[in-house]
């Protein structure tokens, strides 16, 4: 690995890390330190040149390396937590070595998460588990889930991924949550703003891209007129801050929200900023995701929506599946990519190399930002700390293929080389990462 400047790494316990650029705390720039590591947990850390080691210390020079906390995936898919494709170890396994210390897990699921037993939480293979709470059950959209027992079970919130059910729960939801903030136990309500009967069964938004491609369309207004819905209702509503806007995909949406008069937390599916309609083709792997993908317009209007600050956070969305169903019609397949061990890598170089967006801005979107979004405080590095990585943003890899044992059949850019890669974790056994 050329980028730290030594080859083999250091088997030590203890090393120090020279010059290393350094993310350690929400609104305060990056500046290079040197860190010192004992074992997965960092020691200390100074100016350059402020830390007296000894002499069987060894000496990582690490001008071009990125430390910082652990990245938080807001929102992502567990299915099956003992499947073949999709499983609790891939997908802890996958995440740390995307730099992840924390995943919080969608309602969907078999069963559906809209019962206390159904939560998983706590540190599994190393990885710290979230769960979001159904907000209806089933998430059919007709009748609330058990609400209280959820969050008294330790969701981290309440979850919906369409707005197709009946209006008035909404409200009720709304208005249940206020009351429980001025209580001071408020949790976050996640909504995704996508009508499915709308949608219609699109799979790619509408566009000349889609009429090229010969593909279902999916119409702007199936995100925007339920994006209008929430706003409104969330302005009707005395004291709603706790909703979160799931996943915004459109232009439409991003104009929404520029014109709204209060600022609302939002999230968007990492994929949308790194890919549009206009870069695949009809044989493509990656076109099926929810919410669907859209054209050019669309992420450069999500882009700059990251840059204003219009974007609370980004998430991974990680669903798994398999080979056999990857090789279905566009139309057909499930909707997801699999995988977060590429996400960091594509999004430095789509926003920070690309857009020129500092680096703590990405942290922010990748960490501190999904920490606020679950209603969880920010988690700063400090001494003593394990929960931090080290990327090194000039390392190639080349993203596995079928059949290579790293997770489901659906993971994006497969054979491609990919620049840049997380090479170490205090969350990780051995602290060091193997190239892929």
Not at 39 to 55: K, M, N, Y
Not at 211 to 231: F, T
Not at 337 to 348: E, I, N, R
Not at 389 to 416: A, E, K, T
Request: glycine fraction near 12%.
């Amino acid at each position: 690995m050329a980028a730290t400047g030594v080859e083999p790494l250091p088997a030590a316990e203890q090393l120090l890390l020279r010059d290393v650029w350094m993310v350690a705390a929400p609104h305060q720039p990056a500046l290079q330190r040197d860190v010192l590591l004992d074992g997965a947990r960092i020691r200390d850390w100074s100016t350059p040149g402020g830390l007296a080691v000894g002499e069987g210390t060894p000496v990582v020079p690490a001008a071009d390396l990125w430390l910082g906390p652990c990245l938080v995936d807001p929102y992502s898919h567990l299915e099956e937590a003992h499947g073949l494709v999709d499983n609790l170890p891939r997908l802890a396994a996958a995440a740390l070595r995307g730099g992840y210390g924390t995943v919080a897990l969608s309602p969907q699921a078999a069963p559906w998460r809209d019962q206390p037993q159904e939560l998983i939480t706590g540190c599994r293979h190393g990885l710290e588990l979230l769960s979001w709470g159904s907000f209806t059950a089933g998430g059919g959209g007709q009748d609330f889930s058990h609400h209280g027992a959820l969050l008294a079970a330790g969701a981290v919130g309440l979850a919906e991924e369409s707005c197709c059910g009946r209006h008035q729960l909404l409200f009720h939801g709304l208005q249940w949550q206020a009351d429980a903030h001025r209580r001071g136990e408020g949790s976050p309500l996640a909504i995704a703003p996508r009508d499915p009967h709308l949608q219609a069964g699109g799979v790619v938004r509408e566009g000349a891209d889609a009429l090229r491609l010969g593909l279902p369309m999916d119409p702007v207004a199936s995100e925007l007129l339920p994006l209008r819905q929430l706003l409104q209702a969330a302005e009707l509503v005395d004291g709603a801050t706790g909703l979160r806007l799931l996943n915004l995909s459109t232009a439409a949406a991003v104009a929404c929200l520029q014109h709204h008069p209060h600022t609302m937390d939002a999230a968007v599916h990492w994929w949308h900023l790194v890919e549009d309609t206009s870069g695949l083709g009809r044989l493509s792997d990656s076109w099926r995701v929810h919410p669907s993908l859209g054209g050019h317009r669309d992420r450069q209007a999500l882009q700059q929506a990251v840059r204003q600050g219009l974007i609370t956070c980004i998430t991974v969305n990680h669903r798994a599946i398999d080979h056999h169903q990857q090789l279905l019609p566009v139309e057909e397949r499930p909707a997801g990519l699999a995988g977060h061990d590429h996400v960091l890598p594509l999004l430095w170089a789509e926003l920070v190399e690309g857009l020129g967006l500092p680096v703590e801005k990405l942290w922010w979107l990748l960490c501190w930002g999904a920490q606020h979004f679950l209603g969880q405080p920010p988690e700063a590095l400090k001494p003593g700390s394990s929960h931090w990585l080290l990327f090194s943003p000039n390392d190639p890899w080349i993203m596995p293929c079928h059949g290579s044992g790293r997770g489901g059949g659906n993971r994006p850019w497969q054979g491609r080389t990919i620049q840049g890669r997380v090479v170490a974790s205090g969350l990780v056994s051995g602290r060091w990462l193997a190239k892929p």
